[in-house]
């Protein structure tokens, strides 16, 4: 029987498929292949050689051509890839195609590596003299005018470049060549006065550098947590080796990249999803090839090629962006540990808010916390204070204690940041004569209301409708919008304080590509502002003239029925308050609740977060849940509801006996979204080896369920929420 290649390709099925090789030419472990698939073609990754064909040989397909002429994942990309695929029981086909950007994953010749460099022509100069181009076109003439300009430069400058580029490209007003790559583009800025605390951090995890040593870097906000980064990414490029930096948000890229361009003098390559498919593969493959040695990105980035890598860093480790929630469901902080161990580096988990798994492994002495208590110099941490709302008269949802703060700092030329984690004018729109509430038809849930928009939205599946000039129900006028959202709130501040300006930062006023940081942008340092946002605002921003939060809505999270409320609350309440006070003006956190004894909030001001992390753990450990014990959660959502019963009823008849914790079938928290009826099957057990020896043949057996392909279901390894 001839020798096969097994191939990965990116499909939702739990196999590896087995082809003929290309004829005369040999393909590597780690190269793509173009082979048949179905009625089509399809390009996958040749994960071994030389193997016994699953199948008789005689009905083998032929690999069409392979694509590499050395493998495009190295021996270490592929082992974790696998061992990936196993652990969270992905498609390994999906489990491979991620560790690839997507223009890597089409039968197409590799792009090349070289420095986009971008010129103004005669005929873009003579526009540009004559004013005859507008908007983003203008502003990248003007960009161009003074000389070339790298990407990457273009990329700092004006973040939404690239349609302009495009249209004056086909004008003739630019031109697009290509020189060699070079990453170091200024003399680096020296580092500021280091405190001791983060003299020894760095002292401490430099000492590790070529061996695995994992670190849990815990620091309050504004204490330099970045700064030990970047001491230790300097050291790590004076050895010659190479970086990676991932950051939970695509709004903090640009910020960063700044920094680490200031602070090191070089141009840090970048990967996450709003940037172009070209962009994403040459970020990718220079990293490959050694050409970049520093790679910042958001969870994907986890999956960049490190053949000479020194470090690895995961700042806000606490986040779940981090964990994938469609399709291979893989946690990016949980590969880099995974990686750092087999690269035999250093991995550094930065948080002022560590997760309770992070701080588990702490005590279990898997890892080794390193605390740093201060900001710099002087710098004071903000001043916490409850507001009992029970006591106050609101105005739309604003107390006068509140109020009044808000009006004491901009009369000092400060500005406020106003939290309130809702988008939208308000969640409910209601009749006051018969009750009615307007209501997604598709989750039953009830509809947002966008004012400005003149719409009704459904936050959960995006439904969309107009809003009725009438009661539907009885024809009555008096439709009132109920609660508030950062749209109703924006308004209410705007009419209260008509000469400062307020600027409303969600999902909703930055949806152009470069919006976040044109807003942030436009913040004066030395004038009065008001910030209205949602957990956009949370992590990671340096507004220096900033110094009074306001926590709005903070209720909501202290009644959830998801086991992780109470952790994600107090990690978001510690995070929005650390952004108050970051500079030489002292900081002030107001926290407006119903519930001003609630003893995570009292717990939270009178010791801070570690000692609310404590008890949570305590908590934890008494009802053995996670980090404590370990979960699978199997969803199942199908138009029918009774579809969904009987897979998630067959499913629990063909798990093994022995060691294992089931909780269901049963409804989801949000039992119908999208038209679609949900269900789930939560199973838990102490030992991690003992769950996952259940599930591996039980996964393929789902698989083989003639039920199973009257519904959409998932496997979900550790998940991090149960919706």
Same mark, same amino acid.
């Given at each position: 029987m001839p020798a096969a290649l097994r191939v990965a390709l990116p499909v939702p099925l739990p196999t590896l498929f087995d082809y003929l090789p290309a004829e005369g030419s040999m393909a590597a472990v780690g190269s793509r292949v173009l082979v048949p698939f179905g009625r089509g073609k399809s390009v996958g990754i040749v994960t071994a050689i030389d193997v016994e064909p699953s199948i008789g040989g005689h009905r083998l397909k032929r690999v069409l051509r392979v694509l590499d002429d050395a493998p495009l994942l190295d021996a270490e990309l592929m082992k974790t890839l696998a061992w990936s695929a196993d652990y969270w029981l992905g498609a390994p086909g999906e489990a491979y195609a991620n560790a690839l950007p997507l223009a890597l994953r089409e039968d197409k010749p590799l792009p090349a590596t070289g420095e986009e460099l971008w010129t103004l022509t005669a005929g873009g100069q003579s526009a540009r003299d004559a004013g005859s181009r507008r908007g983003g076109s203008r502003r990248l003439l003007d960009a161009l005018a003074a000389g070339s300009c790298t990407a990457a430069d273009l990329d700092l400058a004006l973040p939404d470049w690239r349609s302009a580029a495009r249209r004056l490209l086909d004008a003739g007003l630019v031109e697009r060549s290509e020189?060699? +790559?070079?990453?170091?583009?200024?003399?680096?800025?020296?580092?500021?006065?280091?405190?001791?605390?983060?003299?020894?951090?760095?002292?401490?995890?430099?000492?590790?550098?070529?061996?695995?040593?994992?670190?849990?870097?815990?620091?309050?906000?504004?204490?330099?947590?970045?700064?030990? +980064?970047?001491?230790?990414?300097?050291?790590?490029?004076?050895?010659?080796?190479?970086?990676?930096?991932?950051?939970?948000?695509?709004?903090?890229?640009?910020?960063?990249?700044?920094?680490?361009?200031?602070?090191?003098?070089?141009?840090?390559?970048?990967?996450?999803?709003?940037?172009?498919?070209?962009?994403?593969?040459?970020?990718?493959?220079?990293?490959?090839?050694?050409?970049?040695?520093?790679?910042?990105?958001?969870?994907?980035?986890?999956?960049?090629?490190?053949?000479?890598?020194?470090?690895?860093?995961?700042?806000?480790e606490h986040d779940s962006a981090y964990k994938q929630q469609e399709g291979f469901r893989y946690h990016a902080r949980d590969l880099a540990l995974l990686r750092a161990r087999e690269l035999n580096v250093p991995v550094v988990l930065g948080s002022a808010t560590p997760s309770l798994e992070s701080l588990a492994n702490v005590q279990a002495g898997r +890892?080794?916390?390193?605390?740093?208590?201060?900001?710099?110099?002087?710098?004071?941490?903000?001043?916490?204070?409850?507001?009992?709302?029970?006591?106050?008269?609101?105005?739309?949802?604003?107390?006068?204690?509140?109020?009044?703060?808000?009006?004491?700092?901009?009369?000092?030329?400060?500005?406020?940041?106003?939290?309130?984690?809702?988008?939208? +004018?308000?969640?409910?729109?209601?009749?006051?004569?018969?009750?009615?509430h307007a209501q997604c038809p598709r989750c039953e849930h009830p509809l947002t209301l966008h004012y400005a928009r003149a719409q009704l939205i459904c936050h959960h599946c995006d439904y969309h409708a107009r809003v009725p000039d009438a009661c539907p129900a009885c024809g009555a006028k008096d439709l009132k919008p109920q609660g508030q959202g950062t749209e109703r709130l924006e308004e209410a501040l705007a009419a209260q304080f008509p000469q400062v300006p307020v600027l409303r930062i969600d999902r909703e006023t930055t949806r152009r590509r470069d919006a976040f940081e044109q807003l942030l942008d436009g913040l004066r340092e030395d004038a009065p502002a008001i910030l209205v946002g949602t957990q956009m605002l949370a992590k990671g921003h340096d507004l220096p003239n900033l110094t009074l939060v306001a926590i709005v809505g903070v209720d909501e999270g202290l009644h959830s029925i998801d086991f992780r409320a109470g952790e994600r609350l107090a990690q978001l309440v510690v995070q929005v308050a650390g952004r108050a006070g970051r500079a030489r003006k002292p900081g002030r956190v107001l926290l407006q609740t119903h519930h001003p004894e609630h003893p995570l909030l009292r717990g939270l001001l009178a010791q801070g977060y570690a000692a609310a992390a404590r008890e949570l753990l305590a908590e934890r450990k008494l009802s053995m849940l996670p980090p404590y014990s370990h979960q699978v959660l199997l969803r199942a959502e199908a138009h029918q509801r009774d579809h969904v019963e009987t897979f998630l009823h067959e499913a629990r008849a063909a798990l093994p006996d022995g060691g294992i914790q089931i909780a269901g079938p049963m409804p989801a928290p949000m039992p119908l979204r999208a038209g679609k009826h949900r269900g789930q099957l939560l199973l838990e057990a102490e030992s991690r080896a003992t769950l996952h020896n259940a599930l591996r043949s039980w996964h393929r057996e789902l698989a083989a369920m003639p039920s199973g392909r009257r519904v959409r279901w998932s496997l979900d390894v550790d998940p991090v929420d149960l919706y």
């Amino acid at each position: 029987m001839p020798a096969a290649l097994r191939v990965a390709l990116p499909v939702p099925l739990p196999t590896l498929f087995d082809y003929l090789p290309a004829e005369g030419s040999m393909a590597a472990v780690g190269s793509r292949v173009l082979v048949p698939f179905g009625r089509g073609k399809s390009v996958g990754i040749v994960t071994a050689i030389d193997v016994e064909p699953s199948i008789g040989g005689h009905r083998l397909k032929r690999v069409l051509r392979v694509l590499d002429d050395a493998p495009l994942l190295d021996a270490e990309l592929m082992k974790t890839l696998a061992w990936s695929a196993d652990y969270w029981l992905g498609a390994p086909g999906e489990a491979y195609a991620n560790a690839l950007p997507l223009a890597l994953r089409e039968d197409k010749p590799l792009p090349a590596t070289g420095e986009e460099l971008w010129t103004l022509t005669a005929g873009g100069q003579s526009a540009r003299d004559a004013g005859s181009r507008r908007g983003g076109s203008r502003r990248l003439l003007d960009a161009l005018a003074a000389g070339s300009c790298t990407a990457a430069d273009l990329d700092l400058a004006l973040p939404d470049w690239r349609s302009a580029a495009r249209r004056l490209l086909d004008a003739g007003l630019v031109e697009r060549s290509e020189r060699p +790559y070079t990453a170091v583009v200024a003399p680096p800025v020296p580092a500021p006065e280091l405190t001791p605390e983060q003299k020894e951090a760095i002292e401490t995890i430099a000492a590790s550098f070529g061996r695995f040593a994992p670190f849990l870097l815990d620091g309050i906000t504004g204490s330099g947590k970045t700064e030990v +980064y970047l001491a230790l990414i300097e050291q790590v490029l004076a050895r010659g080796q190479q970086a990676l930096l991932l950051i939970p948000e695509i709004g903090l890229a640009p910020q960063t990249v700044r920094r680490l361009r200031e602070r090191l003098g070089i141009t840090a390559e970048v990967l996450h999803s709003n940037l172009a498919e070209g962009d994403r593969a040459r970020a990718w493959l220079r990293m490959r090839s050694g050409e970049a040695t520093l790679m910042l990105g958001t969870r994907s980035a986890v999956f960049t090629p490190l053949p000479n890598v020194g470090l690895i860093v995961v700042d806000e480790e606490h986040d779940s962006a981090y964990k994938q929630q469609e399709g291979f469901r893989y946690h990016a902080r949980d590969l880099a540990l995974l990686r750092a161990r087999e690269l035999n580096v250093p991995v550094v988990l930065g948080s002022a808010t560590p997760s309770l798994e992070s701080l588990a492994n702490v005590q279990a002495g898997r +890892y080794r916390a390193l605390h740093l208590r201060a900001r710099p110099g002087a710098i004071r941490s903000p001043q916490v204070q409850i507001v009992d709302m029970r006591t106050q008269r609101l105005e739309h949802g604003l107390s006068p204690t509140l109020l009044g703060a808000v009006a004491e700092t901009v009369a000092r030329g400060e500005q406020v940041l106003v939290f309130r984690n809702r988008r939208g +004018y308000a969640p409910v729109l209601l009749c006051h004569q018969c009750g009615w509430h307007a209501q997604c038809p598709r989750c039953e849930h009830p509809l947002t209301l966008h004012y400005a928009r003149a719409q009704l939205i459904c936050h959960h599946c995006d439904y969309h409708a107009r809003v009725p000039d009438a009661c539907p129900a009885c024809g009555a006028k008096d439709l009132k919008p109920q609660g508030q959202g950062t749209e109703r709130l924006e308004e209410a501040l705007a009419a209260q304080f008509p000469q400062v300006p307020v600027l409303r930062i969600d999902r909703e006023t930055t949806r152009r590509r470069d919006a976040f940081e044109q807003l942030l942008d436009g913040l004066r340092e030395d004038a009065p502002a008001i910030l209205v946002g949602t957990q956009m605002l949370a992590k990671g921003h340096d507004l220096p003239n900033l110094t009074l939060v306001a926590i709005v809505g903070v209720d909501e999270g202290l009644h959830s029925i998801d086991f992780r409320a109470g952790e994600r609350l107090a990690q978001l309440v510690v995070q929005v308050a650390g952004r108050a006070g970051r500079a030489r003006k002292p900081g002030r956190v107001l926290l407006q609740t119903h519930h001003p004894e609630h003893p995570l909030l009292r717990g939270l001001l009178a010791q801070g977060y570690a000692a609310a992390a404590r008890e949570l753990l305590a908590e934890r450990k008494l009802s053995m849940l996670p980090p404590y014990s370990h979960q699978v959660l199997l969803r199942a959502e199908a138009h029918q509801r009774d579809h969904v019963e009987t897979f998630l009823h067959e499913a629990r008849a063909a798990l093994p006996d022995g060691g294992i914790q089931i909780a269901g079938p049963m409804p989801a928290p949000m039992p119908l979204r999208a038209g679609k009826h949900r269900g789930q099957l939560l199973l838990e057990a102490e030992s991690r080896a003992t769950l996952h020896n259940a599930l591996r043949s039980w996964h393929r057996e789902l698989a083989a369920m003639p039920s199973g392909r009257r519904v959409r279901w998932s496997l979900d390894v550790d998940p991090v929420d149960l919706y």
